[in-house]
């Protein structure tokens, strides 16, 4: 069974980069046709998607959060990373990484990160 661990700090001063950090066990992040992904949520709002990478190494971004965002992955650590530049306060958030069969649509969740921005 797929277990998701995000991994990075948990304050990060505004105008520098937030950059997590999410480890896979229990199956690669190479298998056809998963999407990994990485998602938020701010302190009382919704759920907020923000990019993915591919089995394959394609990834996307929320159109919001494009110019920001750069996802990549370390495939011999069985790894994705999120890097997120010029943050602001606005940027804080519980942040998860998820794993998503495409076949089934079945989501498998890390535990979440709590990142604040703060100076």
């Known amino acids: 069974q797929v277990q998701l661990q995000e991994s990075g700090p948990g304050l990060v001063k505004p105008s520098q980069t937030l950059s997590l950090t999410c480890t896979v066990s229990?199956?690669?992040?190479?298998?056809?046709?998963?999407?990994w992904r990485w998602i938020r949520q701010p302190p009382g709002k919704g759920l907020e998607w923000i990019g993915y990478?591919?089995?394959?190494?394609?990834?996307g971004a929320s159109p919001s959060l494009k110019s920001r965002t750069s996802i990549s992955r370390d495939t011999s650590k069985n790894q994705f990373t999120l890097q997120l530049s010029s943050v602001t306060p606005e940027d804080t958030a519980v942040y998860y990484c998820?794993?998503?069969?495409?076949?089934?649509?079945?989501?498998?969740w890390g535990q979440g990160t709590q990142v604040t921005v703060s100076s």
């Open positions: 990478i591919t089995f394959n190494g394609i990834t």
């Open positions: 229990g199956g690669s992040i190479t298998t056809g046709y998963f999407f």
């Open positions: 998820a794993g998503v069969n495409g076949n089934t649509l079945d989501f498998t």
